[in-house]
């Protein structure tokens, strides 16, 4: 797939919140970067384990409310989505906004890397 189709195919999986799907798009030995690590840890995952280990703490850990979907925005070898989320925690039910984008680098099809930056407010 080119990278205009993984990042659309993106976009498509990712307004469904059909996250384990969309790991079929990821490179086994993915690199996927948080603006922040949880826990003390690093803010960086290797491989598509455990990019699957965030998304089982995703759905284990937060209840969605909206999840907007904007883009994909697409040059070269790489795209940009948008993503603007209302969800509560389970546990401790905190309500809160999230909007950041998605950076993500394709080769031969598969995503490479991801990295996810924060909106902050000015």
Same mark, same amino acid.
């Given at each position: 797939?080119?990278?205009?189709?993984?990042?659309? %195919?993106?976009?498509?999986?990712?307004?469904?919140?059909?996250?384990?799907?969309?790991?079929?798009?990821?490179?086994?030995?993915?690199? $996927? !970067?948080?603006?922040? $690590?949880?826990?003390?840890?690093?803010?960086?995952?290797?491989?598509?384990?455990?990019?699957?280990? %965030? !998304?089982?703490?995703?759905?284990?850990?937060?209840?969605?409310?909206?999840?907007? !979907? %904007?883009?994909?925005?697409?040059?070269?070898?790489?795209?940009?989505?948008?993503?603007?989320?209302?969800? $509560?925690?389970?546990?401790?039910?905190?309500?809160?906004?999230?909007?950041?984008?998605?950076?993500?680098?394709?080769?031969?099809?598969?995503?490479?890397?991801?990295?996810?930056?924060?909106?902050? $407010?000015?």
């Amino acid at each position: 797939m080119s990278t205009e189709e993984v990042a659309k %195919k993106v976009v498509e999986l990712t307004r469904k919140q059909d996250w384990y799907e969309a790991l079929d798009l990821y490179d086994d030995d993915v690199v $996927s !970067v948080e603006a922040h $690590s949880m826990g003390g840890g690093s803010p960086e995952t290797r491989g598509k384990e455990g990019v699957r280990g %965030k !998304v089982d703490w995703w759905v284990n850990s937060m209840d969605v409310h909206t999840f907007d !979907v %904007k883009g994909p925005f697409v040059a070269h070898d790489r795209f940009v989505i948008q993503y603007d989320v209302d969800v $509560s925690d389970k546990k401790t039910k905190e309500r809160r906004q999230l909007s950041e984008v998605g950076v993500y680098t394709v080769k031969d099809g598969k995503i490479v890397r991801e990295e996810f930056l924060p909106h902050v $407010s000015a």
